[in-house]
Each structure stands twice: as structure tokens, then as C-alpha cells.
């Protein structure tokens, strides 16, 4: 029980601190958007491997995938839906 009473006056701290701006998470790594292009214009053309490319921008693979996502979005590149076979 004092657990729980522990844990929900955890939980209430947290939410003032997020209210007062306060607790804000992990601040995004800075990236590079125009090396990032042209790595991901390569890495696209597959003349060069995904590892080659989180290599050259100093990413993990989590933060890689988010960050291609991020950047197709924000190009407005769309994956063409692959032929179907009858």
C-alpha cells in the first residue's frame, strides 16, 4: 500500500513538473538534413548499406529509421505500392 501511495505521488510531481515545463525528456540529436539527403538518395539507390549510412551520421538503427521517416515526410516522398500479380 505505500507502494502505491509512493507511486501516485510520483506520478502527481511528474505532471506539475511537465505543467511547469519542467520536465521535457531527452532533448532530439542534431542532424545534418543535407548530408542526410544525400546519404539517403545513395542508401535508396543501393549504392550503399543502411549500416554504412547510421555509420556516417552517428545513429542507431531506432533513430535512423525515425529520421528517414521524418525526412520522407517532410519531402513528401511516398513509396509506390508494389505491382500485384493475378
Do not use: C
Not at 16 to 23: S, V, W
Not at 55 to 71: A, I
Amino acid at each position: 500500500m505505500e507502494l502505491e501511495l509512493l507511486k501516485q505521488r510520483q506520478r502527481n510531481g511528474i505532471e506539475i513538473a511537465k505543467l511547469q515545463g519542467k520536465y521535457k525528456g531527452r532533448k532530439p540529436i542534431p542532424i545534418d538534413w543535407t548530408k542526410f539527403g544525400q546519404l539517403y538518395e545513395e542508401w535508396k539507390l543501393h549504392k550503399i548499406t543502411a549500416r554504412y549510412f547510421m555509420q556516417k551520421m552517428g545513429l542507431t538503427s531506432n533513430t535512423f529509421y525515425r529520421r528517414v521517416h521524418e525526412y520522407e515526410e517532410r519531402n513528401e516522398i511516398t513509396l509506390e505500392p508494389a505491382p500485384k500479380f493475378s
